[in-house]
């Protein structure tokens, strides 16, 4: 799954080109290489200060044909941390980025965004009563859901910095009540990682305390693991020294283990159907981008056909979109069948924003062959976007501000 995340990291980054041949992908910002994607392993450009320090990490070596400008390759990209990760990769476009002319360098910075976030957090947030029935209906069963749940995401993050406990891709804690009338936190813990971490059950001890000592109060954690490996499967935490002991156990959800459910997830309405069967359909076409685009559109028109809600719809099809990443030209492919899909079914769609639309917007801005043509392009993009709307007036403002101050200028 690392792969992936890095891969879509790379798409997210503005105006980056991807060139692809075998199982070789390279990223470049303004015709300039910033990063590699191999089979099993990811190079990055460095400052010479990092390249000294990376060199000496057993999992990082030079990287063939490019050290002499400061080049790394990670071997194993499983034993990093997601957030070290993404910081590697955001690092190596900013100082490409730093090579290119001012003006370039400040509209790419500020569209930048140096936060790792997933459509995973929009699924739990639209669907988390379908996630607690799909995954855990005893609790679900439980729960009063004639009250809100309450998400929690401040609070936990404060507890989550504290705590200094390695890497997460999504916690979410939440706020329920009990059928009995009792409240209850919940924190779910959803690992979207192919490695084992040995530290795993200890973090999620560790959050549980620290979770009860400020709230004072019952919490259960609950872990999804979505990782490659079908014997990694901690459930517990145990500790002992001279007599003294601790035992800690939660529940666990193997991703891996729907394989051979598959009809199930097929007929099933709950929307967390799609999101596994997406999710395996990933880790199945990693190496084989056209089967990859086969599923991806099949997997979106069984969405269609579920009779979700065209929020719920619109949550997914961003998740599908993220997830299951796919090379320019047949990211075009799928976005015109989508496109068609949404004429057929009369429901927006959240297009890869950063793989067609900016790039359109450009392409637009070029044709009329002026710079003040490329920025009526790129904020014409962002309005239909806004219209849309998949970005928030708070962030459309913050994106469309500078560059309307450019046009101003010019």
Same mark, same amino acid.
């Given at each position: ?9 790379c798409f997210?980054?503005?105006?980056? @080109?991807?060139?692809?041949?075998a199982?070789v992908?390279?990223? &470049?910002?303004? /015709?300039? +290489?910033f990063?590699i994607?191999?089979? /099993? ?13 990376f060199?000496?990490? /057993?999992?990082?070596?030079?990287c063939?044909?490019?050290?002499r ?11 990093f941390?997601?957030?070290?990760? #993404? ?13 290119l002319?001012?003006?370039?360098? &400040?509209r *790419?910075l ?13 699924? +739990? ?15 679900? &069963? ?7 749940p309450?998400?929690m995401d401040?609070? +936990? ?9 390695g890497?997460?891709?999504?916690? @979410?804690?939440?706020?329920v009540? &009990?059928?009995s009338?009792? @409240?209850?936190?919940?924190?779910i ?13 200890e973090?999620m001890?560790?959050y549980?305390?620290?979770?009860h000592?400020?709230?004072?109060i019952?919490?259960?954690? *609950? ?5 490659? /490996? ?5 459930n517990?935490?145990e ?15 193997k ?23 997406? #999710? ?5 076409t990693?190496?084989n ?8 559109k099949?997997?979106s ?15 997914l ?17 799928y ?5 068609q ?7 927006r ?5 950063? +793989?067609?639309?900016m790039?359109?917007?450009?392409e ?6 002026e710079?003040?043509?490329?920025i ?5 993009? *962002? ?10 007036? @708070?962030?459309?403002d913050?994106?469309?501000?500078? *560059? ?7």
């Amino acid at each position: 799954m690392h792969i992936e995340l890095i891969r879509s990291w790379c798409f997210e980054c503005p105006e980056v @080109k991807c060139d692809h041949s075998a199982k070789v992908e390279k990223y &470049r910002i303004h /015709n300039k +290489l910033f990063a590699i994607i191999g089979e /099993n392993e990811v190079s990055f450009k460095c400052s010479s200060e990092q390249y000294q320090e990376f060199i000496t990490h /057993n999992h990082i070596i030079p990287c063939k044909g490019l050290f002499r400008y400061y080049w790394i390759t990670i071997k194993d990209v499983t034993v990093f941390p997601i957030e070290d990760l #993404h910081e590697y990769l955001i690092n190596a476009y900013e100082i490409v980025v730093q090579s290119l002319s001012k003006c370039i360098q &400040r509209r *790419l910075l500020e569209q930048l965004s140096h936060e790792i976030d997933t459509p995973w957090k929009d699924i +739990l947030n639209e669907c988390f009563h379908e996630f607690i029935a799909f995954f855990y209906p005893e609790i679900e &069963r439980d729960i009063d859901w004639t009250k809100a749940p309450l998400f929690m995401d401040k609070e +936990l993050s404060q507890i989550i910095k504290a705590s200094k406990t390695g890497c997460r891709f999504v916690d @979410k804690l939440v706020k329920v009540y &009990r059928k009995s009338g009792e @409240k209850k936190w919940v924190l779910i813990h959803i690992e979207i990682q192919a490695q084992v971490q040995m530290n795993f059950p200890e973090r999620m001890f560790i959050y549980s305390n620290r979770l009860h000592d400020v709230f004072q109060i019952k919490v259960v954690s *609950l872990a999804i693991l979505a990782d490659e /490996n079908p014997d990694w499967r901690p459930n517990s935490y145990e500790d002992e020294l001279w007599g003294c002991q601790k035992f800690f156990q939660f529940p666990i959800i193997k991703l891996l283990d729907y394989y051979d459910k598959w009809s199930d997830l097929e007929i099933s309405v709950n929307p967390f159907a799609i999101v596994i069967m997406a #999710h395996l359909k990933m880790i199945e076409t990693k190496y084989n981008y056209s089967q990859r685009l086969y599923w991806k559109k099949e997997i979106s028109k069984k969405l269609y056909a579920k009779g979700y809600s065209e929020n719920k719809v619109f949550a997914l099809l961003k998740f599908i979109d993220w997830l299951m990443v796919l090379p320019r030209e047949l990211s075009t492919s799928y976005h015109s069948f989508m496109n068609q899909l949404k004429e057929e079914k009369k429901m927006r769609f959240i297009t890869s924003f950063e +793989l067609i639309g900016m790039e359109k917007g450009m392409e637009k801005g070029m044709e009329k062959g002026e710079k003040k043509g490329k920025i009526i392009g790129q904020i014409d993009v *962002l309005k239909q976007m806004f219209n849309m709307k998949y970005l928030p007036k @708070k962030q459309f403002d913050q994106m469309v501000k500078p *560059l309307q101050l450019e046009l101003a200028k010019l």
